[in-house]
């Protein structure tokens, strides 16, 4: 068995819109049962790459805990939306379990219908108070630098957004200045209530590829990024990546997978809390 799941563990991480294009034909529980014994950021990989009723009815099947490891583990938009799609008792029982963190951003995300400003944000951008010293903020970018955009932005102790600056500047600035004394006050940005058109409207994409989003009451919330909207409109659609061996691949990842079944319906019997049918 464990060199199954370990061949299984390699074929995902090597194939992974394969092997989801294979867990798509299965039963849920069945897939429910395999990502559950996965490392819990191999089993988020297949699982955002999963429709999202299925992955929602893999979460169900599995135990809190095993649908709260994978959820801390995805993009923070893909959990937003099984989150959305889950009932409102699900989707409470599995916030609760999740890091504090992490449970308290997604809330914020869910506050926004979908396609609004504050849905679409990315929340988990390096933001830092205006009080800070260049020193601190340039060593703060160091440690930080996956959360890091194009721009800096600068925050006061209440979280309003109060300026901005771009990463050249910052690194160009004297160490002993704050952070407030060198930023560009008052950047443009977004209300989080705004719809989609708007979005898309706002000027300032002439000069940007990413905007600021804050809250009625100019709280920082993240930023919406250009390509975000993009990828939304469809504009990139004929960008898609060509699968040519997709069927290829599929085929003899089944003739694999069709291995384990017996083993994932033995180990889905076992599997507890999970719906009667998958969602339509």
Same mark, same amino acid.
């Given at each position: ?19 989801? /294009?294979?867990? +798509?034909?299965?039963?849920?529980? &069945? ?19 999963? $429709? ?7 979460? !169900? ?30 989707? +409470? ?6 890091? $504090?963190?992490?449970? &308290? ?13 504050? /849905?679409?944000?990315?929340?988990? =951008? ?18 930080? /630098? ?9 925050? *006061? ?16 600035? !004297?160490?002993?200045? @704050?952070? +407030? ?6 950047? =443009? ?20 590829? /990413?905007?600021?989003?804050? *809250? ?19 504009? *990139?659609? &004929? !960008? ?10 599929? $085929? ?9 079944? @017996? ?8 599997? !507890? ?5 998958? +969602?339509?």
């Amino acid at each position: 068995m464990k060199v199954d799941f370990a061949a299984a563990a390699r074929f995902l991480e090597d194939h992974p819109e394969e092997a989801a /294009a294979v867990l +798509e034909r299965v039963s849920f529980a &069945d897939a429910a049962a395999l990502l559950s014994e996965l490392d819990p950021k191999l089993g988020a990989s297949a699982l955002a790459r999963l $429709s999202a009723s299925l992955a929602v009815d893999c979460l !169900q099947a599995m135990h809190g805990e095993h649908a709260a490891a994978l959820l801390a583990e995805l993009p923070i938009d893909v959990a937003a939306r099984l989150l959305r799609r889950a009932t409102e008792h699900t989707r +409470e029982r599995w916030l609760a379990a999740l890091p $504090s963190q992490t449970g &308290d951003v997604l809330r914020r995300k869910l506050r926004y219908p979908p396609g609004t400003a504050g /849905a679409l944000a990315d929340p988990l =951008v390096l933001a830092l108070p205006g009080d800070l010293t260049v020193a601190h903020a340039q060593k703060q970018l160091r440690r930080s /630098a996956e959360r890091a955009d194009y721009y800096i932005y600068i925050v *006061d102790r209440d979280q309003r957004l109060v300026g901005a600056l771009d990463i050249r500047e910052l690194m160009l600035a !004297q160490a002993r200045n @704050t952070l +407030e004394s060198v930023m560009h006050r008052d950047p =443009v940005r977004v209300p989080a209530s705004s719809d989609l058109a708007a979005i898309l409207a706002h000027p300032g994409w002439r000069e940007l590829d /990413a905007l600021p989003v804050v *809250d009625a009451g100019g709280v920082f919330f993240g930023i919406v990024r250009h390509r975000t909207l993009r990828q939304i409109a469809g504009i *990139d659609a &004929d !960008q898609a990546p060509s699968k040519p061996m997709i069927s290829t691949l599929v $085929s003899l990842g089944e003739l694999y997978w069709g291995g384990l079944a @017996t083993l994932l319906s033995g180990m889905s019997g076992n599997q !507890q809390g999970g719906p009667s049918n998958p +969602e339509e």
